[in-house]
T-cell receptor, first 115, second 111 residues
Framework: DTAVSQTPKYLVTQMGNDKSIKCEQN?????MYWYKQDSKKFLKIMFS???????INETVPNRFSPKSPDKAHLNLHINSLELGDSAVYFC??????????????FGEGSWLTVV | EDQVTQSPEALRLQEGESSSLNCSYT??????LFWYRQDPGKGPEFLFT???AGEEKEKERLKATLTKKESFLHITAPKPEDSATYLC????????????FGTGTRLQVTL
């Protein structure tokens, strides 16, 4: 079973469209993330949710709206797509707790191309 | 400002030729340092976490070490299947678990 799964894996869309990427984890973790990897392969955090509550929002344009219906799911909706949004988006999860060694596990990525 | 710098950017080794990758960091408070491996078209795969200076961890041909300023990923007698991008990331105290990544080292191991 895939621990962190995201769909779709590939997405090609036109500028101005709205699209969503879905993520699910079956690790029983309470914290989920969206990371963006640009063309230079630099990975940067966008959002984090803990038990469905937003805890990290890294100055991402408000065209990006994450939604967590429950602690096993974190979806990313993007409005009015721009060329610069083309990137690989990774979902990830971890278990919180100061005493826990909370390793973050990543999904396989969603390749978004805006044309 | 918190910074994570990896070097070299790219490394080409022959099979069996041992080497080390470097991750230097300047952060306000380190909670943990993580190493990940990323294959083309895949997500980062967790390798190690180091929490305190002097700590070492090993897995097959890989050994990670940590000092107060940097971490090394030593690769002993690498094989072609070790070819990948190796990512270093820091987790800071009081940052709700987020990772701050370096730009990675692309390793190619040839026969």
């Amino acid at each position: 079973d895939t621990a962190v799964s995201q769909t779709p894996k590939y997405l090609v869309t036109q500028m101005g469209n709205d699209k969503s990427i879905k993520c699910e984890q079956n690790l029983g973790h309470d914290t989920m993330y969206w990371y963006k990897q640009d063309s230079k392969k630099f990975l940067k955090i966008m959002f984090s949710y803990n038990n469905k509550e937003l805890i990290i929002n890294e100055t991402v344009p408000n065209r990006f709206s994450p939604k967590s219906p429950d602690k096993a799911h974190l979806n990313l909706h993007i409005n009015s797509l721009e060329l610069g949004d083309s990137a690989v988006y990774f979902c990830a999860s971890s278990q919180s707790g100061q005493q826990l060694r909370n390793t973050i596990y990543f999904g396989e990525g969603s390749w978004l191309t805006v044309v | 400002e918190d910074q994570v710098t990896q070097s070299p950017e790219a490394l080409r080794l022959q099979e069996g030729e041992s080497s080390s990758l470097n991750c230097s960091y300047t952060v306000s408070g380190l909670r943990g340092l993580f190493w990940y491996r990323q294959d083309p078209g895949k997500g980062p795969e967790f390798l190690f976490t180091l929490y305190s200076a002097g700590e070492e961890k090993e897995k097959e041909r890989l050994k990670a070490t940590l000092t107060k300023k940097e971490s090394f990923l030593h690769i002993t007698a690498p094989k072609p299947e070790d070819s990948a991008t190796y990512l270093c990331a820091v987790q800071l105290t009081g940052t709700a678990s987020k990772l701050t990544f370096g730009t990675g080292t692309r390793l190619q191991v040839t026969l």
